[in-house]
């Protein structure tokens, strides 16, 4: 595969659109795609409000399972490369639909997250959010008003937070180059996304091993993981 490398500096706002498989080489499993959580686990039974109601603690468990992978995982030479970039490249964005911190921890600043983290809970009752990280249990369980706290990440057929959506909608509509890593492109409104960027009248690159349910409004598909294609694509060596 030849990959083109791509002058950063011609683009006034450059935005990443990252997905599970963005992480996978980190080792943070994906939902689908070859070895994806999906095979083991029912999203109703461990990541859904109706989960979350029947049985609380049996969420808790499967989002500790997820912490205690994530405290395993480093993030590798794609998520370092947006994050230099960042340093010097004044309108760098990442949007991303990953609950795993990884970009963060790879020092990356400007960064939405579309579904949430799993290093923070919340009240459902009163909405207020706390930090709760590099631990593999939740030290907080409940709220002073009895609650209990839930990971602050969107479940399957949760709503996504208007204040976040809006973010992402501002900084995709004036991307002039929208790079997606990572993504099976069938959860919305992030799959909306990428047709988003091209009516902005930006040139998109795919990144994915597969095909993905978007790859045909891609102006580049590169069909290689993202830890091999991004320093190439940024001639870093
Ligand atoms: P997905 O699991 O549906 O699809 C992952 C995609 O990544 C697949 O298309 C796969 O071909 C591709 N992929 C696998 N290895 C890759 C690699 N090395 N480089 C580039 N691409 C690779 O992921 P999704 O589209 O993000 O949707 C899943 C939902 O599940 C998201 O909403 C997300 O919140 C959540 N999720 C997050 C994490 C995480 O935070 N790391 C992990 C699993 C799921």
Redo the contacts with the bound molecule.
């Keep these: 595969m030849v990959v083109e490398q791509i002058n950063p500096d011609s683009y006034k706002r450059i935005v990443f659109f990252t997905?599970?498989?963005?992480?996978?080489?980190s080792g943070?499993?994906?939902?689908?795609?070859?070895g994806?959580?999906l095979d083991k686990y029912n999203w109703q039974e461990v990541a859904s409000q109706e989960a979350w109601e029947k049985h609380p603690k049996k969420v808790l468990k499967f989002h500790e399972k997820r912490r205690t992978e994530g405290l395993k995982c480093k993030p590798h030479s794609g998520h370092k490369v947006i994050a230099d970039l960042e340093k010097f490249h004044p309108n760098v964005w990442i949007v991303t639909?990953?609950?795993?911190g990884?970009h963060q921890q790879a020092g990356s600043k400007k960064v939405v997250e579309?579904?949430g983290s799993?290093w923070r809970v919340r009240c459902p009752k009163e909405g207020r959010v706390w930090e709760d990280s590099k631990k593999t249990k939740y030290s907080r369980q409940k709220c002073k008003c009895g609650s209990w706290l839930r990971p602050d990440i969107?479940w399957f057929s949760d709503y996504l937070d208007t204040k976040v959506t809006d973010k992402a909608d501002e900084v995709i509509s004036r991307a002039d180059l929208f790079i997606s890593?990572?993504?099976?492109?069938?959860?919305w409104p992030?799959a909306g996304y990428p047709a988003r960027a091209k009516s902005a009248g930006a040139f998109l690159v795919e990144?994915?091993?597969?095909p993905?349910e978007q790859s045909n409004y891609y102006d580049k598909v590169y069909p290689?993981?993202?830890?091999e294609v991004m320093p190439q694509l940024f001639g870093v060596k």
């Design positions: 997905g599970a498989g963005m992480s996978a080489e943070v499993p994906t939902y689908r795609g070859k994806g959580i639909q990953n609950i795993d990884m579309l579904h799993v969107v890593i990572g993504t099976s492109g069938l959860v992030a990144i994915n091993p597969e993905s290689g993981k993202a830890g």
